[in-house]
């Protein structure tokens, strides 16, 4: 069967994704849930969605009786995921979030439990985890060919405009860039190396505290350690343009990828040569590759589940940690 989607938040991204999913072939957009009636209107018209699909913050619950949306994406700022998510899986539909899946660990385990106890799947928009690219350099990395894992760098951050969008909001970010691109360096670091980090330390920077409050981090850099004794180094920013940067290097071998996580072409090369994989749409096959996971249990090469989603949550909350103390944080995820 085709997977069909509801999208709920139709801001810019969902936009995005609503497009790229014209081009799929095992998922379809099929419904909206929105809080501004002029955008379905819009909408609707745009992806030809019947009116029987569509929903406000209001009535959303009633989508538990619609045997024709099989699930639903939440595109909304963050502080809002772990709602939105549990009112999906009470409505017996599967749970899809954008990244970061929630703003604690504590909300991320609601979110996995609530879904677990409906009996739907949750899953997380890691778009870079279907990039052809990156997985050749993660098929390499598990292959032995770079050798023994020694470093990862991840450069990730954008600089951020109008200083009232939610994305400076604590309560609907939940932080500042870490939680919105330097969750991208962490998830990162992570598939790169194949391994968790076992300690964090950080050092977070601020330029201009008025825009940038109390919780809402400009600047972090951190560093992991991993149980093989690599380490990670990585730089996660509001106020750099076009930082998008990941570098690997093992004992025989290294990759190195810029742009590594932007909306492509993703480019890089590895001491073989130049990565020529195809470049694709990262959230059409995203979401072909859902519809494989939720009806037919495929296994993705790196996990897009809400346990790999709360890891990234535990190692954010361990840097925001060392970057307050200033002290040297041991974790496990
Ligand atoms: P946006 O501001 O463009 O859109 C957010 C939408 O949510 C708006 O339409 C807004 O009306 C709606 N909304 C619903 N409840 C809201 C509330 N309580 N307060 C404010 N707005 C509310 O933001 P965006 O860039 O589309 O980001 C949305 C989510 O998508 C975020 O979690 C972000 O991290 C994620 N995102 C992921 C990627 C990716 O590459 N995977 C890229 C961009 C954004």
Same mark, same amino acid.
């Given at each position: 069967? /085709? ?6 938040g %139709? ?10 999913m ?17 955008k ?9 969605i ?23 994406? #939440? ?36 979110? *996995? ?7 739907? $799947?949750?899953? #997380?928009?890691?778009?870079m985890?279907?990039?052809?690219k990156? %997985?050749? #350099?993660?098929?390499?990395? $598990? ?24 994305r %400076? ?9 870490m ?6 360096? *962490? ?22 505290? /008025?825009?940038? $409050?109390?919780g ?11 149980p093989s ?51 694709? #749409? ?10 494989e ?20 949550l535990? *190692?954010?909350?361990? *840097? ?9 944080v041991?974790?496990?995820?």
């Open positions: 069967p /085709v997977l069909r989607v509801a999208i709920l %139709l801001g810019n991204y969902a936009a995005r994704v609503a497009d790229a014209q081009g799929c072939t095992k998922a379809k957009l099929v419904g909206l849930i929105s809080g501004t009636p002029a379905i209107e819009k909408w609707s018209a745009k992806y030809n019947p009116a029987k699909n569509c929903y406000n913050y209001g009535n959303f619950d009633q989508i538990k009786s619609n045997p024709d949306i099989d699930a639903v994406y #939440v595109i909304t700022p963050n502080g809002t995921h772990h709602d939105f998510i549990i009112r999906t899986a009470k409505a017996g539909k599967h749970a899809i979030s954008e990244k970061p899946m929630a703003i604690s660990v504590k909300q991320g385990e609601a979110m *996995i439990a609530a879904c677990k106890q409906a009996g739907v $799947k949750l899953l #997380v928009g890691y778009r985890h279907f990039e052809p990156t %997985l050749e #350099v993660i098929r390499m990395r $598990k292959e032995g060919e770079f050798g023994k894992i020694l470093f990862f760098q991840g450069l990730c951050g954008f600089k951020i405009g109008d200083p009232k969008q939610w %400076l909001n604590k309560e609907l970010a939940g932080g500042g860039s939680m919105d691109i330097g969750i991208y360096a *962490i998830n990162g670091a992570r598939y790169m190396t194949g391994e968790e980090p076992v300690w964090v330390t950080a050092q977070e920077t601020k330029t201009d505290p /008025v825009k940038f $409050k109390e809402v981090d400009e600047t972090i850099q951190f560093q992991f350690g991993f004794g690599a380490t990670a180094s990585c730089l996660s920013t509001y106020n750099m343009n076009g930082l998008d940067k990941f570098f690997l290097n093992g004992e025989h071998g290294y990759a190195e990828m810029q742009p590594s996580t932007n909306y492509g072409p993703i480019m890089g090369h590895t001491n073989q040569g130049e990565l020529t994989q195809p470049v694709t #749409v990262h959230q059409t096959v995203q979401m072909d590759e859902f519809a996971i939720i009806f037919h249990d495929k296994q993705p090469p790196v996990p897009v589940d809400g346990h790999e989603a709360v890891k990234d535990k *190692i954010i909350s361990a *840097i925001y940690e060392a970057a307050k103390t200033g002290k040297k041991s974790m496990s995820v």
